[in-house]
């Protein structure tokens, strides 16, 4: 008996391809049907360890976000429904964005915790597929289609540490402001609203100080950059 193709390809590779689609404006739904009816025993047992994890579930959201607001661009609008409300299928379960970033990429963190509180309520299927350790640098890796996000590109678990240290420096690089006569310093306002996976003030000096953002003696006060929501969409590396 011949397995079904789903069940024999790479998941890895599908997401993938699926977020090459989506780039290059071609049809798509074939990898969506084929994500959708993974079995999740395969997919448990594809995405062992955390970077084949994270650069599985990142390019997933990066273009479930693109498909979705391309379709419904008014969703923009209303984050509730967008982030909040199942959006896609994967291995048979229905799930949000925010199931993805703050569930999974995040390990059953509280969305508006500020990175310090955690879910106890959650589904067996994100016990099953979320990380072990929360890596702060996916903030610079997620796009949600706002023109403040970082641009997309195509994460591979074998190459993860060296591309999400690019996607990093070239987002701190492009979104801080440092002011060495005041002692002042304009960060995202990633860095407030998930404190706490940045390892708090301490976390977030070390981050800009590893990417030559700051000087290495450099103890600035901190000051958030407005976060600009307006869509944007196909912003890909």
Not at 9 to 36: P, R
Not at 110 to 123: A, D, E, H, P, Q
Not at 136 to 146: W, Y
Not at 223 to 236: A, I, R, V
Request: aromatic fraction near 14%.
């Amino acid at each position: 008996m011949k397995n079904n193709q789903s069940e024999v390809k790479n998941a890895s590779k599908i997401v993938q391809d699926l977020l090459w689609a989506v780039k290059t404006k071609q049809v798509y739904i074939s990898f969506k049907n084929e994500l959708a009816s993974l079995s999740p025993q395969k997919l448990a047992e594809e995405l062992q360890e955390d970077a084949q994890k994270i650069a599985f579930w990142i390019n997933l959201y990066n273009a479930y976000i693109q498909i979705i607001l391309l379709e419904q661009p008014s969703l923009a609008k209303n984050k509730k429904v967008l982030f909040s409300y199942p959006q896609f299928i994967i291995a048979g379960q229905r799930l949000s964005f925010d199931e993805v970033e703050h569930g999974i990429l995040r390990r059953s963190k509280i969305k508006y915790g500020f990175g310090y509180l955690s879910n106890r309520w959650v589904s067996d299927f994100e016990k099953k597929h979320r990380v072990s350790k929360v890596d702060a640098r996916l903030h610079f890796a997620l796009n949600c289609g706002a023109e403040s996000c970082p641009p997309i590109a195509f994460y591979d678990a074998a190459k993860l540490d060296q591309q999400l240290d690019f996607a990093a420096h070239g987002y701190l690089e492009q979104n801080t402001e440092y002011d060495a006569t005041k002692n002042k310093v304009k960060i995202t306002k990633l860095m407030l609203w998930f404190r706490g996976d940045f390892k708090n003030r301490k976390g977030i000096l070390d981050l800009l100080k590893k990417y030559q953002i700051i000087p290495q003696n450099a103890k600035p006060r901190f000051e958030y950059q407005p976060y600009k929501w307006d869509l944007k969409l196909d912003y890909f590396e």
